[in-house]
């Protein structure tokens, strides 16, 4: 067939291509139609209008609205990008994002540690296993909004069984929630505390999946439990550590209900992060600031890619696959 | 010294360990133990050290009797139950057709799943806000079940999709054989096989709608529109200290979420995993 000849042939073939195409993968297609439709009216479309939305000046005060039976127009303009250099351009944006950074440093961290020693004494002959295992991973079970009261119940400055104790041993009252750097230490500590048992769990089956031969050569060869441990059982991990660390990342730097709810970014704003500080100008500080707020959530959701896109490369450098 | 090997702990040793995790079981269960404690305590006494002495089902008869608990208990399982049900049906379509088929569209598709468990609150939120605004979607029950289904879904796909994968391609074969249109198949033949991956879906998806608050508390508002989220948060407030509801209340929303974690937990994590690393 000559160039010319299959290029026509091409061309009238392409509604019948459709066609085609239509009556192979309908079915695929019908199937994952609802998600699609889902997530593109509930996700893509308010992510296009929250960019939007960042690039004007909109507030309570002038978006589209109803009072009573009067229909009030939208009067926000377009501003282009002042919104952004307004929030880079000042300290309040780079004080939450660097105390974000520590929050979740601190408690990716922590977490990690804590889920790999517990992880790692667990996964022995050990009388009381199970036990162990069940109370370890409780936090889990319980809805993290429930916790987090509980916390404040035993955070209360006066009355709390935390300062009960401390006062018994002669200590003064610890005002958990209500210093700045106390209150960082306090909500950190409780979204470990919440961490640890989904930590706890992967590595544990992470580490169960680790061929006990490897150990048992590695003594015959006199290598000793810290050797064992850096030669065998980290490499071992790395597959479960670089997926349950890159998770919690995220999940820790958009982490709102702990703060949310224990501290509500206070006092001052000493504990907001970035994501309450965003919910903070639309849905708590009055007038609602629309546009601000979804300036911040741009911003977030591109340090979040940032710190995927790096994190991957990173592990591919270590010969990673995924 | 000997080396203790790993089969015989010397006596220093095995104390160590079970010390260690003896403290850190305790730290585990403490908070959600003395919140059961306080609960049984009279109202005036819920910062009393002790253990109770004057043990009382007040709390639990004032949350039930005395406030609007049980419209935010029935709001909550109204959103939640239709959000499952909904969400792990559709996860699985999604799944069965990421898993079996090759079509255009599959890996933006894939990619569009994983990117979205990305998406913070607060980028979502306010266009949300509005968007539910527009369609009179606010205060409703509709409007969060669609909400959650969006946190759900991606992830629950994916875990499905690693589900169907371990499921023989030779059972549609032999549907297809005997006629069944593939939508036959999948609901006749892979569906039933894929029973413990729909619960763990089941389950994930329970446990996350039950348990959120940002739009929770955004969407829904006034006394009666609550779920426990929301509703919780009237007890213990800038203007109010009610600890003894507060507790009571929480008892008996950490109990159905403990239980089906408990049911769960086991394949939560293998479903977790596989979800995000597969593919």
Known sequence: MSRARRKQAASAGAPGRVRKALATHWYAWTMVAPVVLVIGVIIGYPLVRGLYLSLTDANEANVERNIGMNHIPATYKFTGLDNYTAILGDGVFWGRLGWTVVWTVACVGLTFAIGLTLANLLNRKLRGRTFYRLALILPWAIPAFVSVFTWRLLYNEKNGLLNKLLAGGGIDAVPWLNDPTWAKLSVITVNVWLGVPFMLVALLGGLQSIPGELYEAAEMDGANAWQRFRNITLPGLRGVSSTVILLSTIWTFNMFPVIYLLTRGGPGDATEILVTYAYRLSFVDSPRDFAGSAAWGVLILLLLSMIAVVYRRSLRKQGEVW | ?279
């Open chain 2, 1 to 279: 010294m000997a080396k203790p090997s790993r089969h015989k702990r010397g006596p220093l040793a095995s104390v160590g360990l079970h010390a260690t995790l003896l403290v850190a079981a305790v730290i585990a269960v403490f908070p959600p133990l003395w919140l059961l404690v306080t609960s049984f305590k009279p109202k005036n006494d819920a910062f009393t050290t002790g253990l109770v002495s004057n043990f009382t089902f007040a709390n639990y008869r004032h949350v039930v009797a005395d406030t609007q608990f049980l419209t935010w208990f029935g709001n909550s399982v109204l959103v939640v139950g239709v959000t499952t049900v909904l969400g792990v049906f559709v996860a699985a379509t999604t799944g069965y057709a990421v898993s079996r088929f090759r079509f255009p569209g599959m890996r933006p598709l894939m990619w569009l799943l994983l990117i979205t468990q990305m998406f913070p609150v607060a980028v979502l939120i306010v266009p949300l806000y509005n968007l539910m605004a527009s369609l009179g979607l606010l205060n409703q029950p509709a409007g969060l079940v669609i909400t959650y289904l969006t946190i759900a879904v991606p992830f629950c796909a994916w875990m499905m999709k690693g589900f169907f994968d371990t499921i023989p391609v030779e059972i549609d074969e032999a549907g297809r054989v005997d006629g069944l249109n593939p939508f036959g198949t999948f609901w006749r033949l892979v569906l039933p096989l894929a029973r413990p991956g729909l619960a763990v879906t089941g389950f994930y998806t329970f446990v996350t709608a039950w348990a959120e608050v940002a739009y929770a508390s955004a969407f829904m508002t006034g006394e009666e529109n609550l779920t426990l989220a929301g509703g919780l948060q009237t007890f213990v407030n800038q203007y109010l200290n009610d600890w003894g509801s507060m507790t009571a209340a929480a008892v008996i929303i950490a109990v159905p979420a403990a239980l089906v974690f408990a049911f769960a937990q086991r394949h939560l994590v293998a479903g977790l995993t596989a979800g995000t690393t597969k593919g």
